[in-house]
């Protein structure tokens, strides 16, 4: 007579995982940066693809590569210049922004308002075609001073629109430090000048410098938009020069996916120098694994209160244990026990 096997004391069947658990088990025994390849490998795979499809003239982006790329050397020198006058403008607006003093913090705050509420490319107008206007109407020296050619109007209004931007980095860098510093300082006899460039500014470029980097990354895509105002040749940067020998050839698209190729290469190397800055800077700040006293041989030393002969704190020298472990419990006693016998004194001693 067979009994089917029901209740609670019956055994079930294993259950058998569904596909998509199976193809999980699976993609966990592969490593991330096997499938990350993997990735990249079918990406590439599609982009080549549609390069083969669209039919492109490898010949004429052969030859009209270097011509393109010869503007990589302006593009560099724009965006070095215009990062350098944004850093000194951002200091300034941090500065005003954190005075208590109603001139300085009204000009920071106009200053960020304005050139963080309009267009980067309004700006370079105004300040290449409107600002020669003015001039014109004050007369004297004033058209010369208030005129600027495209380069330099381009440069200061990337420094002027990106340190507006910048200001804000900057105050949250030196609000990051902490009042304790600050207050040390006072106490010091420092003034308000000697504490900033020696106490708050120091600490505040851990905190600045990346996101700065990454303000830099995005003004070298922006020089683009100097080409609007005209250059010469021998200084027009890249998209300038892809977009006239795109024009001349007929070969826009060609000279657009250069110019994107050598703009991809830059932002990547300055990112790569940007990660290794970042891990510079956070060197001394990563707390690290505090090491046993037992590996590194050094005596410890244990504070302890009482029992002095003027009632002060005295202090233990705690030997090295060999192999990380203390005496167990009976042989803390055996010790303690051999020790009293030790001071105790001998029978029949003098008094």
Same mark, same amino acid.
């Given at each position: 007579?067979?009994?089917?096997?029901?209740?609670?004391?019956?055994?079930?069947?294993?259950? &058998?995982?569904? &596909?998509?658990? &199976?193809?999980?088990?699976?993609?966990?025994?592969?490593?991330?940066?096997? +499938?990350?390849?993997?990735?990249? =490998?079918?990406?590439?795979?599609?982009?080549?693809?549609?390069?083969?499809?669209?039919?492109?003239?490898?010949?004429?982006? +052969?030859?009209?590569?270097?011509?393109?790329?010869?503007?990589?050397?302006?593009?560099?020198? =724009?965006? $070095?210049? $215009?990062?350098?006058? $944004?850093?000194?403008?951002?200091?300034?607006?941090?500065? %005003?922004?954190?005075?208590?003093? @109603?001139?300085?913090?009204?000009?920071? !705050?106009?200053?960020?308002?304005?050139?963080? !509420?309009?267009?980067?490319?309004?700006?370079?107008?105004?300040?290449?075609?409107?600002?020669?206007?003015? !001039?014109?109407?004050?007369?004297?020296?004033?058209?010369?001073?208030?005129?600027?050619?495209?380069?330099?109007?381009?440069?200061?209004?990337? %420094?002027?629109?990106?340190? $507006?931007?910048?200001?804000? =980095?900057? &105050?949250?860098?030196?609000? @990051?430090?902490?009042?304790?510093?600050?207050?040390?300082?006072?106490?010091?006899?420092?003034?308000?000048?000697?504490?900033?460039?020696?106490?708050?500014?120091?600490?505040?470029?851990?905190?600045?410098?990346?996101?700065?980097?990454?303000?830099?990354i995005a003004m070298m895509k922006d020089s683009a938009l100097v080409s609007f105002l005209g250059t010469t040749?021998?200084?027009?940067?890249?998209?300038?020069?892809?977009?006239?020998?795109? +024009? #001349?050839?007929?070969?826009?698209?060609?000279?657009?996916?250069?110019?994107?190729?050598?703009?991809?290469?830059?932002? @990547?190397?300055?990112?790569?120098?940007?990660?290794?800055?970042?891990?510079?800077?956070? +060197?001394?700040?990563?707390r690290g694994a505090a090491t046993p006293a037992a590996k590194t041989g050094v005596p410890t030393f244990i504070?302890?209160?009482?029992?002095?002969?003027?009632?002060?704190?005295?202090? =233990?020298?705690?030997?090295?244990?060999?192999?990380? #472990?203390?005496?167990?419990?009976?042989? #803390?006693?055996?010790?303690?026990?051999a020790a009293e016998h030790e001071h105790e004194p001998e029978p029949g001693a003098g008094t």
């Amino acid at each position: 007579m067979t009994m089917e096997a029901t209740g609670a004391g019956a055994t079930r069947p294993p259950l &058998r995982p569904g &596909r998509r658990e &199976r193809m999980e088990l699976v993609s966990a025994r592969i490593p991330f940066w096997a +499938k990350l390849t993997v990735v990249w =490998i079918c990406i590439f795979l599609v982009l080549g693809g549609l390069f083969a499809v669209a039919d492109f003239d490898a010949a004429w982006m +052969k030859d009209q590569f270097a011509f393109i790329a010869r503007g990589l050397t302006w593009t560099v020198i =724009i965006s $070095a210049l $215009a990062i350098i006058l $944004a850093c000194f403008l951002a200091l300034l607006g941090a500065l %005003g922004r954190l005075s208590r003093n @109603s001139i300085a913090y009204g000009i920071a !705050g106009f200053y960020t308002s304005f050139f963080r !509420g309009t267009p980067l490319i309004v700006q370079m107008f105004l300040l290449y075609l409107g600002l020669p206007q003015i !001039g014109i109407a004050l007369g004297g020296p004033w058209l010369n001073i208030l005129s600027f050619d495209a380069l330099t109007a381009g440069v200061l209004a990337l %420094g002027l629109n990106y340190g $507006a931007y910048m200001t804000e =980095i900057f &105050r949250a860098g030196i609000v @990051s430090v902490g009042h304790g510093q600050g207050e040390a300082a006072d106490a010091l006899g420092m003034t308000y000048r000697q504490k900033t460039r020696r106490i708050i500014l120091p600490q505040a470029l851990r905190v600045i410098i990346p996101p700065t980097g990454n303000e830099f990354i995005a003004m070298m895509k922006d020089s683009a938009l100097v080409s609007f105002l005209g250059t010469t040749v021998a200084r027009m940067e890249i998209f300038r020069r892809a977009q006239l020998v795109g +024009k #001349a050839s007929f070969r826009n698209l060609e000279s657009l996916i250069i110019a994107a190729m050598i703009y991809w290469a830059l932002t @990547s190397v300055f990112q790569y120098f940007q990660g290794r800055l970042e891990k510079r800077m956070s +060197k001394g700040y990563v707390r690290g694994a505090a090491t046993p006293a037992a590996k590194t041989g050094v005596p410890t030393f244990i504070p302890t209160t009482g029992g002095g002969g003027g009632g002060g704190a005295g202090m =233990i020298q705690m030997p090295e244990l060999e192999g990380g #472990a203390g005496p167990g419990p009976d042989e #803390a006693a055996a010790r303690s026990e051999a020790a009293e016998h030790e001071h105790e004194p001998e029978p029949g001693a003098g008094t």
